[in-house]
């Protein structure tokens, strides 16, 4: 061995001194060493080592791969003190949680053992063999225990920890899509860590690998098409074990779609870019390159026996995360490329019709590829501008509602609902028609000169909308109809009789509708004189005779 080796030593300097690349040289040395081929298995870390199946290896195996290459610390006396300060109300913590949990599951004693032994082992040296049992029991447990998952075909999303609870409460939405965080035994043991500080728990104190292993199973759980959501290029390094599950050795997983905020992307783009913010063709390059180069990186690191040999295809949305539209979208082309155009939504509806007002509603639309709606109002005449009355109801909007108001009275408008998929793709529903309530004009008095000491005339034009008819109101008391009218009188001009002569009367008009056409406000004072009573007639002068005496 030794001449071989000696041998070999000396055909490598002359290859250097030919030029020849080192790289290659270093690996002439091992091969006559017999340094075996490092194949992406040796010491290769839990999350990786899967077997053809996509499930993961053999707790054997892992203790064994893990034992070399174990991110640790050395024993701490402090921390071990802690861990035998807080056994007793530890213990009693995973007890109630195994009872609570597991016991009225009718888990298995496996299962039960296997729980219990990864919770209440205290472990502060991640380089003990003690925490490779833990290991081990955590491994069983998770593994086992699956989850209790429902059904991850084209549900399960992934996200960075960082999310916030809003953003999750949009994409996670439990009868459509699938997130760890509503899984029922995940919330169980995050309502047992949250007393994590007084039991011993904290992980800084009891080095775990518990929660590395649930987000294993939740990532070779998945099928179909994966949502993975990013603020940023550094969560894909906060959640990259996952993705790495996902790409290079989940063989269940069809596709992945990158959902990212589109507004922390574009202000993320290096200082020396020559494009326009706007330039989505060289957008699409520049991100779709950098996560294929990160796939690549994983790819060429991984247990090539356990992995896919292809990733799966990606694509990359890029949305506005305040109302998750749409902005751009990309596939592995780099080019951008065209979503799918909605199927035309439900035509809206009308109610709380009022003279100037009325409320707007419509059904949320069961397209997939809906993201928001606008209700548009189209001109009282169909060729006239169209006029977005509201925007961005999000599809998530508990009430795709609203009430529009500043119209005219008894008026005819046209509205819409137009449902997107983002920007530029759309689908509009029929156009329907309402009618605002009407309102009757104040009518006028007018004199009609037909007057006479104990009467006046009057006359107004007679709506036929008013079919409650008008009432007459006298001297500027309109708490009380003078007269009232329910149809048009037989004679007309009306005249108002039994009235004191050569006096001035004001008299006003009100014009009653029905639930389309409002009444009409009270019209304008006018006023009327009665004539003055005629003179009395002024008896004969009687002139004198001839005085019959003479």
Same mark, same amino acid.
């Given at each position: 061995m ?10 490598a ?22 340094v ?45 003190? #802690? ?47 003690l ?52 899984? #029922? ?14 039991? @011993? ?11 590395? $292993?649930? &987000? #294993?199973?939740?990532?070779? @759980? ?9 603020? &940023? ?18 063989? &269940? ?8 905020d ?23 390059? $520049? $991100?779709?390159?950098?996560i ?26 890029m ?13 592995? @082309? ?51 501008? &169209? ?18 108001t ?42 009609? #000169? ?20 008008y ?9 009380k ?16 009789e ?19 056409d ?26 004198? @005779? ?5």
């Amino acid at each position: 061995m030794r001449w071989r080796l000696f041998a070999a030593i000396v055909v490598a300097v002359a290859l250097l001194i030919l030029g020849v690349d080192a790289s290659a040289v270093s690996r002439l040395i091992d091969k006559v060493k017999g340094v075996p081929k490092d194949d992406g298995c040796e010491g290769v870390t839990a999350p990786a080592a899967m077997n053809k199946k996509g499930k993961f290896v053999s707790p054997a195996e892992r203790k064994s791969a893990l034992k070399r290459k174990v991110p640790g610390s050395a024993p701490n006396p402090s921390l071990a003190k #802690e861990c035998r300060n807080t056994k007793k109300p530890r213990n009693d913590a995973v007890t109630k949680y195994v009872m609570t949990y597991h016991k009225k599951r009718s888990a298995g004693d496996s299962i039960i053992k296997s729980a219990e032994k990864c919770l209440d082992e205290c472990v502060t040296d991640s380089t003990s063999e003690l925490y490779y049992n833990k290991m081990e029991a955590c491994y069983k447990y998770t593994h086992s225990n699956n989850l209790a998952m429902s059904p991850l075909k084209n549900t399960a999303q992934f996200f960075a920890p960082a999310i916030g609870n809003t953003l999750y409460r949009k994409i996670c939405t439990p009868k459509t899509q699938s997130c760890y965080k509503d899984a #029922e035994l995940y919330t169980a043991l995050q309502d047992l860590f949250s007393k994590a500080a007084n039991l @011993g728990l904290d992980p800084d104190i009891n080095r775990t690998p518990l929660f590395d $292993y649930l &987000d #294993e199973v939740w990532a070779m @759980g998945a099928s179909g098409v994966v949502t993975v959501w990013l603020r &940023d290029m550094y969560d894909l390094t906060k959640i990259g074990e996952q993705v790495r599950l996902l790409m290079s050795y989940n063989k &269940d997983v069809s596709s992945v779609v990158f959902k990212v905020d589109h507004k922390k992307f574009t202000n993320k783009l290096p200082a020396s870019w020559p494009y326009p913010a706007d330039d989505n063709a060289h957008l699409c390059e $520049y $991100y779709v390159k950098r996560i294929t180069d990160k796939l690549e990186g994983w790819r060429t690191k991984s247990c090539l026996k356990f992995s896919r040999k292809e990733t799966p295809p990606f694509e990359l949305h890029m949305l506005d995360f305040g109302s998750l539209t749409s902005k751009v979208q990309c596939k592995e @082309g780099d080019a951008p490329i065209e979503p799918p155009t909605p199927g035309a939504p439900p035509p809206p509806t009308f109610s709380d019709r009022d003279i100037k007002s009325v409320l707007v509603k419509w059904d949320h639309s069961n397209d997939e590829t809906v993201t928001k709606f606008d209700l548009i109002l189209k001109g009282a005449a169909h060729e006239a501008k &169209d006029e977005a009355v509201k925007r961005s109801f999000g599809k998530d909007n508990p009430k795709m509602e609203h009430t529009v108001t500043g119209l005219e009275p008894g008026t005819k408008y046209f509205f819409f609902v137009r449902a997107y998929a983002d920007d530029t793709h759309y689908a509009d529903s029929k156009v329907e028609e309402i009618e605002t309530v009407g309102q009757l004009e104040a009518p006028v008095l007018k004199d009609s #000169e037909i007057g006479s000491p104990d009467s006046v005339s009057m006359e107004w034009k007679w709506d036929p909308k008013a079919s409650g008819g008008y009432k007459l109101f006298k001297d500027k008391d309109a708490t009380k109809a003078y007269k009232v009218f329910p149809t048009k009188p037989s004679t007309f001009p009306f005249k108002a009789e039994g009235l004191q002569a050569n006096t001035e009367f004001t008299f006003a008009l009100q014009a009653f509708g029905d639930e389309n056409d409002r009444d009409s406000d009270l019209g304008k004072w006018v006023t009327f004189k009665t004539l003055a009573n005629p003179d009395p007639p002024t008896p004969p002068k009687v002139e004198d @005779g001839p005085d019959e005496r003479e």
